[in-house]
């Protein structure tokens, strides 16, 4: 398996096409893992970009540690993992959910190491984003696997009953095993109007009918550079339910620039 | 049914591998066939097929584009993939 070590953690990286720039694509949180992007963008932005996949510590084929999971570690990971597969160049970075999140607090920690920013219905972290993430996540038993279902429906509709209850189980070792919850909600929010420094273009599409929706108006007003594109008829897991539009827009958007 | 050589190499070949990603209990319910799905019938977890693909790759090199044949398939087609239909993507690059 290909994988890098960064941080003192294994991750599993994937790699896909060739060439000067690189393009790293972070996905979201618990049950989520690189294979979302792996079979709906990777492959078509791999034309135009070296295609860098990676597990986020703790999540797919990744290392799981007991500690370490704040937002500043995940950046940390991305950091070193940019650092290692292109050390000259900023990179096109694109983030789903909580990705995207990790995504915007990596450029405005490196602002020099991001061409451009791509965020799938992205949370934003300001204040009140952890709060809202721990009660779904620190809710116990079955009130917690419930909203885990439901928080990832689209998800897990197309798992059968024993892959549901491998992830679920994958899910709950992740959340009860490590410092994951508590790490998050002590992490820093951001704040949106130091986002002003962001000064790589970027391309923020968001659900019709996500639940931070709201969140893409105020990051497109915050982001000196945005690009808002709301997709109707989509909840926050546009990319299962317009898979297509949104490879259409990733691959216009690096070849573009 | 009888498998000719070649097929069965692959088969088994394709097997070992699905093994090693998966683990022994992948197999539980009887070996690997060419009717088997890899999603109703082995339920591989995507992250699973992920890495099966990485290993075809290192097993039968570049001119297996396993990847680049997976993204010219719509996501239910690659949910309905069987075992014969990888067997024979092989088959005819090798």
């Known amino acids: 398996m290909a994988d890098l070590t960064v941080n003192g953690v294994r991750l599993h990286v994937q790699r896909l096409g060739a060439g000067a720039r690189v393009a790293v694509f972070v996905h979201g949180l618990v049950m989520d893992n690189l294979s979302s992007f792996y079979f709906t963008l990777a492959t078509p932005a791999a034309a135009h970009r070296a295609v860098r996949l990676f597990d986020l510590r703790g999540h797919g084929l990744s290392e799981r540690p007991a500690g370490g999971y704040a937002v500043a570690d995940f950046v940390a990971d991305l950091a070193a993992l940019v650092d290692a597969e292109s050390p000259d160049a900023p990179v096109d970075v694109i983030g789903n959910s909580f990705g995207g999140l990790i995504a915007l607090a990596f450029a405005h920690a ?89 000064a790589a273009p970027a391309l923020l599409l968001y659900g019709e009918h996500s639940d931070v929706r709201d969140r893409g108006a105020a990051l497109a007003a915050a982001l000196p550079a945005a690009t808002l594109e709301v997709v109707a008829g989509c909840t926050h897991s546009i990319l299962w339910e317009a898979t297509a539009l949104v490879r259409d827009r990733v691959v216009a958007w690096l070849e573009a620039r | 049914m009888t498998l000719d050589p070649a097929t069965a190499a692959i088969l088994a070949t394709v097997e070992r591998l699905v093994i090693e990603v998966a683990g022994d209990e992948i197999t539980l319910a009887g070996p690997l066939t060419l009717a088997t799905s890899f999603n109703a019938d082995l339920e591989l977890e995507s992250i699973e097929f992920v890495a099966l693909a990485e290993k075809l790759q290192a097993h039968y090199g570049a001119q297996v584009d396993f990847v680049g044949w997976i993204s010219t398939k719509q996501l239910d087609e690659i949910i309905a993939l069987t075992v014969g239909d990888l067997v024979t993507f092989i088959a005819a690059r090798t």
């Open chain 1, 110 to 198: 490196h602002p020099a190491r991001v061409a451009s920013l791509v965020l799938i219905d992205a949370h934003d972290g300001t204040a009140g984003w952890a709060a809202q993430m721990a009660a779904t996540l620190g809710l116990q038993g079955q009130a917690r696997d419930e909203k885990i279902a439901a928080s990832f429906q689209a998800w897990l509709g197309r798992h059968s009953e024993r892959k549901r209850t491998r992830l679920a189980d994958h899910a709950r070792a992740l959340v009860e095993g490590t410092t994951l919850v508590a790490d998050l909600e002590a992490s820093p929010p951001l704040d949106l109007a130091r986002l002003a420094t962001i």
